[in-house]
């Protein structure tokens, strides 16, 4: 029996090796990144174009399939990535800073998306979005609380956002909420009167 000698075992190993990791998946999944946004993209809860209406947009990787799915709103966003059965197969998620775009027509580009979990939301606010009363995400909690000062609401994390929450989403704060809420709810009183009109670009 022919002994494989020392340089063999050598010459062998790293062969042996690049074979492993290409047959247990070595090949790894191009990176989820926020995507352009085209006219002809609709959203994926209430299905209209998400060309032509005010207000920030979302994107949300899933399992399965090859580009986000799109939401023309963030209230359309949250109340799908808050569906228990949706949850399992959410993967990277995008909303559009609103310190980036112009509110009356949001920007298409990809650099205006921000990392969804790591923003803060302005709820209870005055400006419009595609589908009525929307949440303002912004990249810093300072530029949400600037935000709040200028037009009123309140501020909440990606993680404080309840589907309780997104049903009192209102163009000012609600006469009541679910209990975990009131604290917020009085921060949203205790604001001054906000102004409605909508900025072209809300300061960051």
Not at 78 to 104: C, G, H, K, M, T
Request: proline share 10%; with cysteine; charged share 15%.
């Amino acid at each position: 029996m022919r002994i494989p000698s020392a340089m063999s075992f050598r010459a062998v190993v790293p062969a042996l090796a690049l074979t492993l990791l290409v047959g247990c998946g070595g090949s790894t999944a191009p990176a989820q990144h926020a995507v352009d946004i085209h006219p002809d993209d609709t959203c994926a809860v209430c299905g209209m174009y998400l060309d032509g209406s005010p207000g920030p947009r979302a994107e949300a990787w899933v399992t399965g399939r090859a580009k986000p799915l799109m939401f023309d709103s963030t209230r359309d966003f949250f109340a799908y990535v808050l569906q228990p059965e949706n949850q399992p197969d959410l993967q990277e998620l995008f909303v559009q800073d609103s310190a980036r775009i112009d509110w009356r027509q949001p920007a298409h580009a990809a650099i205006s998306f921000i990392d969804a979990r790591r923003a803060s939301y302005v709820a209870w606010q005055p400006l419009p979005g595609s589908m009525g009363p929307t949440l303002a995400p912004f990249a810093t909690r300072a530029a949400a609380a600037a935000f709040v000062r200028e037009h009123g609401g309140a501020v909440f994390g990606f993680d404080e956002i309840t589907p309780a929450l997104v049903a009192t989403l209102d163009y000012r704060c609600p006469a009541r909420v679910a209990a975990d809420d009131g604290q917020r709810r009085q921060q949203c009183l205790a604001q001054p009167a906000p102004s409605t009109g909508l900025p072209a670009h809300p300061n960051p």
